[in-house]
């Protein structure tokens, strides 16, 4: 396969069924006249007159996997991944790409470039890996797909809509993901986690583009169909009962999503699924997050000792989100001198936007005269 | 005695136009064509670092990662294996080569009972890589207790004909590295990067696909031990 020096061609993905297409031909002549591959290749020949457009909807399902197991090879850098499905899957441009990621364009093509080449030369298979590789496979897909949901939400309302249409992309292709791997309840966990998390997108800031934190959202402006729809897709993959961390973060989520006041939901349980959380992923962030809900069901001085345990073992020095955290704790304990020194050490940490202006804001709380 | 020579190429100093890419590509062919003939090189190719693939095996986890073992400015470029009379007549030959003095070329001896004999291509519808063995030393040396040899690991792939090639080097303290610079010869004792990780040794696979090489690399033990880095032979054609 050549590929050119100068840029992106406008198909990634038909480029990538063309080199697949080159390797059903070598597989072909190996294999003399073997029926099954002769359908495959006419599968893929099919695929590439009948649908010019690869992003079409209406693709063979079989095909839109394999790009998505190719594009999510983890001998390709974690951020071309990302790149090469989004304009392989979603037909994204690449200049869009770039805006969304806020590189370059030129950077992206050139990631993009580098990707597509490692494809053909280092012969990543075009194909689902077989079912004995899944379970090492898999997680890396569901990665890729949660990394853009998450460039995605991350986005306030005044950012760039191209950003915030990355919801949108990733929900999408954990749809087409959950729906031909029905076997895989982590998939439809990961949709589930989306559609929780996206339903709240209208009512976590405010016209400003400043952050609402949970507790103080309009629940109203939350869109109760996805919630619904969310509900039902971590129900389907609940019953294969083959619990992975998507399907417990979806729980966690669908905790908040159906409580109908702040002060109704039911702490005890999230705090619950959050020390299953813990022993699944042994992430110190989930950690983190089980002392805000530990802090909920318990006290704030429960949640102190936890982010306590947490400062002792380092894993989260420079997270921004630790100080904070033991902040909020020490402000509504009424030590406000120390919640105010631990404001000031999540600010020296946090980058600019919403979350600043949010920690500013405490922090003045705290040294403002509150008693 | 036979001899490893592996190229590196410094970015600042690489090919900057298409010309010069083929100029280079040129030299690089007639050095190969001349030193086959004269039956002094038994194998070698040119590598891409864009397309090399990192395996480490840590607590029972296959970690696969995109790109070079070590991430140095120098990036490996190519490979040859020479069957010469001495290191000096091996350093000789590697000053012709057009990688010093675009970068450096290390040559490194292997021991006495390393494999010669030239290669055939991959059979269709293979593909050659090549696997680099490294050593790494932030591995717990505990790890070290339970490695098993490479014998079965070598027996396995040699009986299903995947490994064409392979020998660990002599060690990196034994290397000399050449680089040309304003017009001459620098040769310097020791590996061309001087990084905590070195070459232990290589092996030539012939797979029909990265997850085919990707696994087997995975059940060596030195992926346990140290890193393995996978590149496909790559003919310098295209980019």
Redesign the interface.
Known sequence: ???P?DGVPDRPGAWLMTVARNKAL??L??AGTHRAKIEELAVMASRESDAPDDTDDSGIPDERLRLIFTCC?????AE?RVALTLRTLTGLTTAEIARAFLVPEATMAKRLV?AK??IA?????YRV?PAA?LP?RVPGVLAVLYLVFNEGYSASAGADLIRRDLCDKAIGLAQVLADLMPEEPEARGLLALMLFQHSRRDARTDGAGNLITLEDQDRSRWDHGQIERARACLGDALLRGDPGQYQVQAAIAGCHATAPAAAGTDWPEIARLYRILSRLTGSPVVELNRAVAVAMADGPAAGLAITGELEVGGTLDGYYLLPATRADFLRRLGRNAEAAAAYTDALALVGTGPERRFLEGRKALVTTGEP | MRYALIHSMDPDLAPATPEAFRADRAHAASWAGELDAAGVRLHGSRLHPDYATTVRVRDGRTLITDGPFAETKEQIAGYDVLECGSLDEAVRQAGRHPAPPIGTTEVRAFPAHAPGGRLTGPAEGKTRYLLLVVTDPSVDPAVFEDLPSVDAWVAETDGAGIRVFGSELEPPETARTVRERDASILVTDGPFAETKEQIAGFDLLDCADLDEVLEIAARHPMARGGILEVRPLWDGNER
């Open positions: 396969m050549r590929w020096d070598d597989r002549r190996r090879h983890p001998a390709l850098a071309a580098r080449g490692k030369h280092a012969k990543i298979p890996p590789a090492e």
